[in-house]
Structures are given as C-alpha cells and as structure tokens.
C-alpha cells in the first residue's frame, strides 16, 4: 500500500516547456487535489476532482490543466512554463463522506524550477 | 484566499515544554482539520474536529474549536526532537474544497 505517488520528485524546466506532473493512489478514493506550496503561502488549490470524470478549478488554476485519468491517477500539465510557476506541487487524495471532509492524504510532492 | 491563518508564524520551545498554536478563520465551517509538514516532506493529517465539538485528543495533542470566535487551538504538550515540524490548520466550507493556513513554524531545542 503506497498511498499517494508523485512523479518527477525534481524537475528543472526552460521557460516555455511544457511537463506533466502525475500522481496515483492506491486507496480507493474518490477525490483527488493538486496544491502547489510556496514560501509563506501555505498550501494553495490549483485544480481538483470530487470524483472520477469531474474535474474542477481551484484558488489558483491559471497556466495548469489536470487529466483525471482514472479513479487511481490524476495528472497536471504545465503547458507553457513560468519562472511564477516555480514552487512544490503536492498531491492530495481523500474519501468523501457526504458533505463532511475526511482527512487529505498527501503525496512527497514535486519540486519544480522553471527557469 | 487562504480561509485560516496561523499565529504565531514561528515557535521555539525547549524539549519537554507544551507548544501552542492558534488558527483564526473568517467564514462558517463543516470541519476543521490540523496537519504536520516535516521538512521536505508532504502533510501529514493529525486530527479533525468537527464544528459541534469543542474539544479533541490524540495522543499528546489537544485541540479546541471555538466556532463563535471563528478559531481553533492545537497544543503539543511534552514536546520532543520529533515534533520539529510546520503545523497548518485547513478548514472546508460547503464544498469540496480544503482551505490552508500558510502555517506556524515549531522548532524544539533539546
């Protein structure tokens, strides 16, 4: 039982690259998060997926576009990198209970550079 | 916008000393959550207090909610090496959406 896994842990990237950052769960959760953490902001929501299908934007969705793949695997593509896209990208799962939240789990997150 | 806000941003305590931290949010809540970051690393969940519960326990942490003060307390008591972290506090509205405080910053000397 993995939990939550992030692919690539580093990446440095050109101004104007484009990557895809993926992530898995292996628990069977219904909905899945990216956040993206930079110094002194706390951890901010770029895009989530209440449940496998659906995909909708969060606090901070400008330059990124996610792919839910399937229940397990949810993917954020940088099309056209920043030096403001510069940050860790952390990847979250849970199992929705009604309306009331259960716990996040998170994966070791992404540390890009966009130089 | 960030929903919670941590005070203080950073804290510094001497092993075996209680560590306490406040989250102050500005809208009305299901639930309230606290999680640990160690360096490096993702968050890790810790406890979640529901908004008609006032007090919980896990271990050497204890939380409060105050909800008619829109605020919530997590003390650390007898704190170790281990417990060197940065503690958020998030809280959700009527979505599905986790609301992050940028978070306190807790240090333990030995």
């Known amino acids: 039982n993995a939990g939550v896994t992030q692919t690539p842990k580093f990446q440095v990237l050109k101004t104007g690259q484009s990557m895809t950052l993926q992530c898995a769960q292996d628990?069977?959760?219904?909905?899945m998060y990216w956040y993206r953490q930079d110094p002194g902001m706390g951890l901010r929501l770029i895009y989530y997926?209440?449940?496998?299908?659906?995909?909708d934007k969060g606090e901070v969705p400008n330059g990124y576009n996610v792919s839910r793949l399937n229940k397990r695997e949810f993917s954020l593509r940088l099309e056209s990198a920043a030096p403001s896209q510069t940050s860790v990208y952390f990847c979250?799962?849970?199992?929705?209970?009604?309306?009331?939240?259960?716990?996040?789990?998170f994966g070791p997150g992404t540390r890009l550079t966009v130089l | 916008s960030q929903q919670g806000e941590e005070d203080p941003q950073a804290l510094s305590i001497q092993e075996g000393e209680n560590a306490t931290m406040n989250c102050s949010y500005k809208?009305?809540?299901?639930?309230l959550q606290w999680y640990r970051q160690n360096s490096g690393r993702g968050l890790v969940h810790l406890i979640l207090?529901?908004?008609?519960?006032r007090e919980k326990h896990s271990g050497r942490l204890r939380v409060t909610l105050d909800t008619s003060k829109k605020s919530s307390s997590l003390l650390i008591t007898a704190s170790r090496a281990a417990d060197t972290a940065s503690y958020f506090c998030?809280?959700?509205?009527?979505?599905?959406?986790?609301?992050f405080g940028a978070g306190t910053t807790v240090t333990v000397r030995a």
């Open positions: 628990m069977n959760h219904n909905s």
């Open positions: 207090i529901r908004s008609n519960e």
């Open positions: 979250a799962s849970s199992d929705i209970q009604g309306r009331s939240y259960n716990e996040q789990f």
């Open positions: 809208t009305s809540i299901n639930n």
């Open positions: 998030a809280t959700d509205g009527n979505d599905y959406k986790l609301s």
């Open positions: 997926s209440a449940s496998e299908g659906t995909t």
